[in-house]
Protein backbone atom coordinates (compact mmCIF):
# COMPACT_ATOMS: atom_id res chain seq x y z
CA UNK A 1 0.00 0.00 0.00
CA UNK A 2 1.22 3.42 -1.09
CA UNK A 3 1.33 5.84 2.06
CA UNK A 4 0.98 9.47 1.62
CA UNK A 5 2.85 11.91 3.48
CA UNK A 6 1.39 15.53 3.80
CA UNK A 7 4.07 17.67 1.65
CA UNK A 8 3.07 21.54 1.56
CA UNK A 9 4.97 22.71 -1.77
CA UNK A 10 5.63 26.66 -1.35
CA UNK A 11 7.54 28.87 -4.12
CA UNK A 12 8.96 32.37 -3.43
CA UNK A 13 10.58 35.38 -6.01
CA UNK A 14 13.46 36.83 -4.15
CA UNK A 15 12.76 40.56 -6.44
CA UNK A 16 15.43 42.96 -6.20
CA UNK A 17 14.78 46.44 -7.41
CA UNK A 18 17.71 48.40 -9.47
CA UNK A 19 18.13 50.41 -5.85
CA UNK A 20 19.71 46.88 -4.32
CA UNK A 21 16.41 46.73 -2.36
CA UNK A 22 14.62 43.29 -2.20
CA UNK A 23 10.89 43.23 -1.92
CA UNK A 24 9.23 41.93 1.43
CA UNK A 25 6.00 40.60 2.29
CA UNK A 26 4.81 41.79 5.54
CA UNK A 27 1.25 39.44 6.62
CA UNK A 28 -1.05 38.91 8.78
CA UNK A 29 -3.25 35.74 8.75
CA UNK A 30 -3.98 32.79 10.82
CA UNK A 31 -3.73 35.16 13.84
CA UNK A 32 -0.03 35.36 13.16
CA UNK A 33 1.96 38.51 11.97
CA UNK A 34 4.84 37.79 9.43
CA UNK A 35 7.42 38.81 6.81
CA UNK A 36 8.44 36.58 3.89
CA UNK A 37 8.72 36.99 0.41
CA UNK A 38 5.89 37.02 -1.92
CA UNK A 39 4.59 33.65 -3.29
CA UNK A 40 2.74 31.06 -1.53
CA UNK A 41 1.37 27.67 -2.03
CA UNK A 42 1.56 25.57 -4.94
CA UNK A 43 -1.64 24.67 -6.22
CA UNK A 44 -2.63 20.93 -7.50
CA UNK A 45 -1.60 20.25 -11.32
CA UNK A 46 0.59 23.65 -11.27
CA UNK A 47 4.48 23.86 -11.87
CA UNK A 48 6.56 25.83 -9.96
CA UNK A 49 7.29 28.51 -12.37
CA UNK A 50 3.10 28.84 -13.22
CA UNK A 51 2.68 28.66 -9.28
CA UNK A 52 5.46 31.78 -8.48
CA UNK A 53 3.90 34.15 -11.70
CA UNK A 54 0.17 33.46 -10.28
CA UNK A 55 1.26 34.28 -7.29
CA UNK A 56 2.87 37.41 -7.93
CA UNK A 57 -0.12 38.68 -9.80
CA UNK A 58 -2.47 37.61 -6.99
CA UNK A 59 -0.34 38.89 -4.61
CA UNK A 60 1.64 41.99 -5.97
CA UNK A 61 -0.78 42.62 -8.91
CA UNK A 62 2.26 42.73 -11.52
CA UNK A 63 4.22 40.03 -13.87
CA UNK A 64 7.64 38.69 -13.04
CA UNK A 65 10.13 36.81 -15.18
CA UNK A 66 11.95 33.74 -13.71
CA UNK A 67 15.69 34.58 -13.72
CA UNK A 68 17.28 31.03 -11.99
CA UNK A 69 16.46 29.11 -9.50
CA UNK A 70 18.21 30.20 -6.44
CA UNK A 71 17.43 27.45 -3.39
CA UNK A 72 15.39 24.73 -2.12
CA UNK A 73 14.85 24.09 1.31
CA UNK A 74 17.52 20.83 2.30
CA UNK A 75 16.60 20.22 5.76
CA UNK A 76 12.82 19.34 7.80
CA UNK A 77 10.58 21.99 7.85
CA UNK A 78 7.36 21.67 9.70
CA UNK A 79 4.30 24.31 9.01
CA UNK A 80 3.83 26.89 11.63
CA UNK A 81 0.32 26.67 10.67
CA UNK A 82 -0.45 22.82 10.34
CA UNK A 83 0.85 19.62 10.67
CA UNK A 84 2.57 19.39 6.82
CA UNK A 85 6.18 18.97 5.93
CA UNK A 86 6.99 22.51 3.89
CA UNK A 87 9.34 22.59 1.32
CA UNK A 88 10.26 25.66 -0.43
CA UNK A 89 11.58 26.73 -3.29
CA UNK A 90 13.13 29.99 -4.17
CA UNK A 91 13.86 31.85 -7.50
CA UNK A 92 15.35 34.75 -8.44
CA UNK A 93 12.81 37.22 -10.43
CA UNK A 94 12.58 40.37 -12.14
CA UNK A 95 9.48 42.11 -12.80
CA UNK A 96 8.54 42.36 -16.59
CA UNK A 97 5.50 45.04 -16.17
CA UNK A 98 5.57 48.18 -13.96
CA UNK A 99 5.47 47.98 -9.91
CA UNK A 100 2.27 49.66 -9.02
CA UNK A 101 2.53 48.92 -4.98
CA UNK A 102 1.94 50.78 -2.12
CA UNK A 103 5.05 50.21 -0.38
CA UNK A 104 5.50 51.19 3.01
CA UNK A 105 8.81 51.66 5.82
CA UNK A 106 7.45 50.42 8.53
CA UNK A 107 6.56 46.71 9.31
CA UNK A 108 2.85 45.71 9.49
CA UNK A 109 1.85 49.04 8.26
CA UNK A 110 -1.35 47.66 6.80
CA UNK A 111 -4.31 49.98 5.04
CA UNK A 112 -7.45 49.26 7.36
CA UNK A 113 -8.89 46.00 8.36
CA UNK A 114 -10.14 43.18 6.28
CA UNK A 115 -13.90 41.15 6.23
CA UNK A 116 -11.26 37.72 5.97
CA UNK A 117 -8.99 39.24 8.39
CA UNK A 118 -6.09 38.72 6.17
CA UNK A 119 -3.69 41.51 5.67
CA UNK A 120 -0.76 42.21 3.50
CA UNK A 121 1.55 45.35 2.91
CA UNK A 122 5.18 45.50 1.14
CA UNK A 123 8.53 47.33 2.21
CA UNK A 124 11.86 47.55 0.39
CA UNK A 125 14.93 46.26 2.39
CA UNK A 126 18.25 48.04 1.35
CA UNK A 127 20.79 44.97 0.62
CA UNK A 128 23.52 46.68 2.52
CA UNK A 129 21.66 46.40 5.71
CA UNK A 130 19.62 43.20 5.14
CA UNK A 131 19.90 40.57 8.40
CA UNK A 132 18.46 37.20 8.84
CA UNK A 133 15.65 38.51 11.40
CA UNK A 134 13.85 40.35 8.59
CA UNK A 135 11.69 37.33 7.45
CA UNK A 136 10.08 35.36 10.10
CA UNK A 137 10.27 31.48 8.62
CA UNK A 138 13.36 29.37 8.84
CA UNK A 139 13.21 28.64 4.77
CA UNK A 140 13.45 32.17 4.42
CA UNK A 141 15.84 32.96 6.56
CA UNK A 142 17.91 30.75 5.42
CA UNK A 143 17.37 32.22 1.64
CA UNK A 144 18.82 35.07 3.59
CA UNK A 145 21.26 33.62 4.98
CA UNK A 146 22.58 32.19 1.57
CA UNK A 147 21.83 35.67 -0.67
CA UNK A 148 23.63 37.54 2.08
CA UNK A 149 26.70 35.39 0.63
CA UNK A 150 26.33 35.89 -2.18
CA UNK A 151 26.22 39.53 -2.18
CA UNK A 152 29.43 39.77 -0.48
Known amino acids: MLKK???NVRVYGLLINENEQLLIS??????MRFSKFPGGGLEYGEGLIDG????FIEECNFEVEIISH???TDFYLKSAFDDTQIISVYYLVKNIAPINLPVKTVPFDFDGESADGILQSFRWLDLNQLKIDDVTFPAD???VELLLNTIK
Open 141 to 143: QKA
Open 26 to 31: DEQEYG
Open 52 to 55: LKRE
Open 70 to 72: FYT
Open 5 to 7: YPF
